[in-house]
């Protein structure tokens, strides 16, 4: 084992937070940081700088290639955990879509416990992230935002946003104006006043290059040059080093792999750990802080016990239905069959062009929803009542106080009309799923042309878990998100799928849809709720929006970090990746990983002053 100089901060992790986090640190020229990353620098790569090759990416060195436990509410499925393993992390790998929490959910992080963290508080650090796009008077008529009362022109941070695609395709107009009708249109900038309704969503695709902008291209590509700054890649930690004589205990240090070699670097202020939802417990696991009950049965010491690390594990599930277009309607189906013709033409006008089929993923439009039905009278008699049954009991422990605290911003979320509890979206093209082949579903891409319609669960009530399983750093751990186990979120889910059907028929986004309705899985046919719970079973997957597990809360109520994201019992150490998100965003949760990171690398320079 080698000892290598020492640094002021190490971060563990050269991902979406790790990097933004890394990057303003930096900024004081004192300051020198190491960021280590178990992947590989892959910033030249045409298939993480070319929107459309988000596919290719899926199963290759640039991810994990995570499972979870079988599901039982999924028809015993095992799900992929997708979770980035590059310099970049999973904005390296995602969808692109960058949208932003309601005000309300961000809100419910400072009423469970976290004073302080709230959207007034947190807006300013989604503006210092990204740039918004400049948009003409023209093109917010086509984009359907012409009916926004301002843009978030504060917005002028590092990730570069545009509107994906077109401009002029037919669905973000008829997608505004339908919900307009429905009384459910965003009245602003999402950024500024995020509320329920309809817009059109931003994506992390420079609106210039119209590549990928993440966080490797966007916070650490224009300041590497900077001395005080050292990314190592293919870097695999082992776990935190700590001074146990010191009373509470501190983070001196990390040890790693690098070339073959077990190494070891000190970091005279602190460790940051930035390794995602489903690495950072497994970090702290691995290092001793834990559940000492697990700790000692993989034979490794106890160094802090903090029963709550791996714990709290949130994550969107999602489901869609696909309706066949009219003809006149452009979509991406035939790149989902890799029609050679088809494939080689979008090849040539992004080469050319940078424009084309290649530019974007088909995700344009968005829409925050309460389920309706919930809003009559004899709906809201049915929701206090799958409440009440499902309520937790009070009872002396972490889970349950955790639970309870969850458990009334969800039930405040679903009784009020002003609140979303699904994100609905479009992408234009067939979305190919896991189906029940019992129903007659097909399992690849099938012909003719489609708009998919998506519904996420936005506040889901089940809570998974995410441990190692070995003391071997390089052995996976063991993820079981929990899908849809609690009552509620079946219910609530199945709701949402139904109001597909009632969006797909509203005019007039059913003119760009063949009629009758024509459906790509006569298994998403759904008349009543039954039909939807089967195909949620069947079909519902992950959105890969992975969070919680080392949360920031009160110690009492389950929390890993407190809001300062300082880990429990210790000095040194803090935590400010998606694992510490006390609550996810209302859909994908990409930008305010973004957000959190900035505010968390404020946080350690206030200390640091």
């Known amino acids: 084992m080698s000892t290598q100089e020492q640094y002021d901060f190490v971060v563990v992790g050269g991902g979406t937070a790790g990097l933004v986090v890394a990057a303003r640190l930096s900024e004081d020229l004192s300051h020198r940081v190491l960021v280590l990353e178990a992947g590989a620098d892959l910033r030249e790569d045409p298939r993480v700088k070319t929107p459309a090759f988000y596919d290719a990416l899926k199963g290759t060195e640039t991810a994990w290639g995570f499972k979870s436990v079988p599901q039982p509410l999924l028809n015993g499925r095992s799900v992929d955990m997708n979770q980035g393993k590059l310099l970049g992390g999973s904005s390296a790998i995602n969808a692109h879509v960058f949208v932003p929490p309601v005000t309300g959910l961000i809100d419910a992080w400072e009423t469970i416990g976290n004073k302080g963290w709230n959207w007034k508080t947190m807006r300013r650090y989604f503006a210092k992230a990204y740039t918004s796009p400049s948009v003409d008077e023209s093109s917010r008529k086509i984009l359907g935002i012409d009916g926004w009362k301002s843009t978030n022109n504060a917005a002028q941070g590092p990730l570069q946003a545009s509107f994906p695609g077109a401009m002029t395709h037919p669905v973000r107009r008829a997608w505004a104006e339908t919900f307009r009708a429905m009384g459910y249109c965003m009245k602003d900038d999402p950024f500024i006043d995020p509320s329920i309704g309809s817009f059109s969503c931003l994506a992390s695709i420079h609106p210039d290059t119209k590549e990928r902008s993440y966080s490797a291209s966007a916070y650490y590509e224009p300041v590497k040059g900077r001395k005080n700054l050292h990314v190592l890649?293919?870097?695999?930690?082992?776990?935190?080093?700590?001074?146990?004589t010191s009373k509470p205990v501190r983070a001196t240090g990390v040890q790693y792999k690098h070339d073959g070699e077990t190494k070891v670097v000190s970091a005279a202020k602190e460790v940051i750990l930035a390794a995602g939802a489903l690495q950072s417990p497994k970090v702290l696991e691995l290092s001793g802080i834990g559940n000492s009950a697990l700790l000692k049965n993989h034979d490794i010491d106890v160094v802090v016990d903090l029963p709550a690390v791996g714990e709290n594990l949130q994550d969107h599930a999602v489901c869609s239905t696909g309706f066949e277009v009219v003809d006149e309607v452009d979509t991406l189906d035939a790149l989902a069959r890799q029609e050679p013709e088809a494939l080689a033409q979008a090849m040539q006008e992004y080469a050319t062009q940078k424009t084309g089929p290649l530019s974007y993923l088909g995700v344009t439009t968005y829409s925050y929803l309460p389920i309706i039905e919930y809003l009559t009278a004899e709906g809201q008699k049915k929701l206090r009542k799958l409440l009440d049954e499902n309520r937790p009991p009070v009872a002396e422990s972490l889970e349950n106080a955790r639970d309870r605290a969850y458990f009334e911003e969800v039930e405040r979320a679903l009784l009020s009309p002003n609140e979303p509890t699904g994100a609905y979206l479009t992408v234009v093209g067939q979305s190919v799923v896991p189906v029940d082949e019992a129903m007659g579903s097909p399992r690849g891409p099938v012909p003719e042309k489609f708009l998919s319609i998506g519904a996420i669960l936005s506040q889901a009530l089940s809570r998974g878990t995410v441990h190692i399983q070995s003391s071997d750093p390089s052995a996976a751990p063991a993820i079981d998100p929990k899908y849809l186990t609690n009552p509620v979120d079946m219910d609530v889910l199945a709701?949402?799928?139904?109001?597909?059907?009632?969006?797909?028929?509203?005019?007039?986004?059913?003119?760009?849809?063949?009629?009758?309705?024509?459906?790509?899985?006569?298994?998403?046919?759904?008349?009543?709720?039954?039909?939807?719970?089967?195909?949620?079973?069947?079909?519902?997957?992950?959105?890969?929006?992975?969070?919680?597990?080392?949360?920031?809360?009160?110690?009492?109520?389950?929390?890993?970090?407190?809001?300062?994201?300082?880990?429990?019992?210790?000095?040194?150490?803090?935590?400010?990746?998606?694992?510490?998100?006390?609550?996810?965003s209302t859909a994908n949760i990409q930008?305010?990983?973004?957000?959190?990171?900035?505010?968390?690398?404020?946080l350690i320079k206030e200390t640091w002053r």
């Not at 890649?233 to 146990?244: G, S």
């Not at 790509?520 to 009543?528: C, G, N, V």
């Open 233 to 244: 890649t293919n870097a695999h930690v082992d776990k935190i080093l700590f001074d146990q």
């Open 591 to 602: 930008a305010t990983v973004y957000a959190f990171a900035e505010r968390a690398a404020d």
């Open 495 to 584: 709701n949402h799928m139904l109001q597909i059907e009632t969006i797909a028929r509203s005019s007039p986004l059913s003119k760009l849809l063949k009629q009758p309705l024509r459906r790509r899985d006569p298994a998403s046919e759904l008349t009543d709720l039954d039909a939807a719970k089967r195909y949620l079973r069947a079909s519902a997957i992950s959105n890969w929006h992975m969070g919680g597990s080392c949360a920031m809360l009160p110690r009492e109520k389950g929390g890993v970090v407190d809001t300062e994201l300082k880990v429990y019992g210790l000095q040194n150490l803090r935590v400010v990746d998606s694992s510490a998100l006390p609550i996810l």
